[in-house]
């Protein structure tokens, strides 16, 4: 998103959001602009939170992240070593990740503030369920403040995934056997509930302006409106978005996106005034 659009896309939300999420699909890292945005929401009083794969914090975009006012991070380490973590990141370092977390880290105490709240976020997998303990101590050993367990979402798991952990507590999905033993399948185990509060409490923005309902919607194909043509005002409360809304409310569980979400509840940082 250039500046002059981010900028509007802020101003107008300023007056009546608390917290936003700046990413959505991508490394927010790769954005030469990402610390200047983090700024520039901070300078309106808006908690700023954001999310990486922790492969481009070095010593200096560490202090960055820092200085910029950041107030929450989320760092995905799906792993304790380079074996089990590559096998889910095909690629990546697990070195290197660790080494931007303890950057980051050391970046606070020299500057002594206690910001971002840095976030462990462990991806349960088959491949790495055996290792839930193991990050907990290695969280504690980094000194972040928050190791947090996620279920994986597989698009096609009718007929199952080798990615799909064994153990249920941290799985979207229940393994159903057929009453001859012989056919195995897999449902999503929790029931959609006719209800959602993210589609009365926040919506995304795409890099180019586009609002969609939530982050399950990755392709942005429920497009509620462009906030280069309309004001977030005007396409809250358009008849495409209200008529999403009640298709939620009526029909939850035919809608395409909402098919891997757990429960589509979210919890709101404060509150503001309404649109």
Not at 19 to 25: A, E, K, P
Not at 32 to 52: G, H, L, N, W
Not at 137 to 152: N, P, R, Y
Not at 251 to 260: A, L, P, T, V, W
Request: proline residues 4%.
């Amino acid at each position: 998103m250039e500046p002059a659009l981010y900028h509007s896309v802020i101003d107008q939300l300023s007056p009546f959001i608390s917290y936003l999420t700046l990413y959505f699909q991508g490394e927010p890292y790769l954005n030469s602009r990402f610390f200047d945005y983090i700024a520039y929401a901070r300078s309106k009083k808006i908690y700023v939170s954001s999310s990486t794969n922790g492969h481009y914090l070095s010593h200096e975009s560490a202090a960055k992240t820092v200085k910029s006012g950041l107030n929450r991070l989320i760092i995905s380490l799906d792993g304790t070593d380079q074996e089990t973590y590559e096998k889910y990141r095909a690629g990546g370092s697990f070195e290197k990740v660790i080494a931007g977390i303890t950057a980051l880290v050391e970046a606070k105490k020299e500057l002594n503030v206690n910001r971002p709240y840095l976030v462990i976020q462990f991806l349960v997998l088959k491949t790495n369920q055996h290792q839930l303990s193991e990050v907990k101590m290695l969280g504690k050993k980094l000194g972040v403040d928050k190791i947090e367990f996620k279920s994986a979402q597989f698009n096609s798991y009718l007929n199952g995934n080798p990615l799909i952990p064994d153990l249920e507590k941290y799985s979207r999905y229940k393994k159903i056997v057929d009453d001859s033993g012989s056919g195995v399948r897999y449902i999503f185990k929790n029931p959609l509930p006719r209800h959602c509060f993210r589609m009365w409490s926040s919506c995304v923005i795409t890099w180019d302006a586009k609002v969609v309902p939530c982050c399950y919607d990755k392709d942005a194909r429920h497009i509620f409106g462009d906030m280069t043509e309309d004001t977030i005002r005007k396409i809250w409360k358009s008849k495409m978005t209200n008529s999403f809304r009640q298709q939620i409310l009526d029909e939850r569980e035919k809608i395409d996106i909402c098919q891997n979400c757990l429960e589509g509840i979210y919890e709101p940082f404060g509150t503001r005034k309404r649109l």
